[in-house]
């Protein structure tokens, strides 16, 4: 089937670990929320999983490093009142150093990125990302192949002995002020820095026949099933 490549790279990344409140580390991957993120950013409105048909994605960079973040709290005890200083904290952060992000999405997506209409963020605030190129690239159903710098699913992980680092990460969330988490999942990182993983996976493979890259391909159908919410394929 044919495809968009878009490329977008930055400066910084950051991909925060969940459970870690003191030290925050960074994933080496970003969870499939932060894809649903970027689309709702080029597009000018939130969009849930009910509109993409399927995306796949790999990231890449070129080390890590640690900075010192301040935290200030503030607190408003009644609505009508200002918000006021209670505290500062200081806290380790990790971040990635020159990520490259490959990201496939159907053709229909292409316009948004051209022209984004908000800052396209891999991360945090201060993460702003670049759309480095866009192409139409053919991709290619495959049973096995080595990939790294990808998430895969439990099962997938379990059924090919891979070792990975195991999370469970946000699917997606709500577009309320106080966002509602739509579903979770346990995944497998596989780190672009550590040595590349057979993996046989039927059905959920594809290769980017014009560089070679195999991704696990993300479709509406797997995602519907590991949602809080029923979503119905006609309403979409």
């Known amino acids: 089937m044919e495809g968009l490549r878009i490329i977008l790279t930055a400066y910084t990344a950051s991909f925060r670990v969940p459970g870690f409140v003191g030290h925050q580390l960074t994933l080496p991957v970003p969870p499939l929320s932060t894809i649903y993120g970027l689309l709702s950013a080029a597009t000018g409105r939130w969009v849930s999983p009910d509109e993409v048909e399927w995306f796949a994605y790999r990231c890449d960079y070129e080390g890590k490093g ?17 918000a006021r200083f209670v505290g500062r904290n200081v806290l380790h952060r990790e971040f990635l150093v020159s990520p490259q992000l490959i990201l496939y999405l159907p053709l229909e997506w292409e316009g948004y990125f051209r022209r984004p209409r908000y800052a396209l963020l891999l991360g945090r605030t201060q993460d702003v990302a670049s759309v480095y ?44 002020p106080q966002r509602r988490l739509l579903g979770l999942k346990v995944f497998g990182v596989l780190d672009s820095k550590r040595r590349p993983a057979t993996v046989y996976a039927l059905n959920w493979l594809v290769k980017d026949t014009a560089n070679g890259l195999i991704v696990p391909l993300y479709r509406w159908e797997w995602i519907v099933n590991v949602l809080h919410r029923p979503i119905s394929k006609e309403s979409r």
Not at 160 to 171: R, T
């Open 133 to 176: 190129s866009i192409e139409i690239t053919t991709l290619q159903p495959v049973s096995d192949g080595e990939m790294n710098g990808v998430l895969l699913p439990l099962e997938i992980i379990l059924q090919n002995n891979v070792q990975a680092w195991l999370h469970n990460l946000p699917i997606a969330f709500t577009n309320e």
């Open 66 to 82: 640690t900075d010192l973040e301040a935290i200030l709290t503030v607190e408003r005890p009644r609505s009508a009142e200002s």
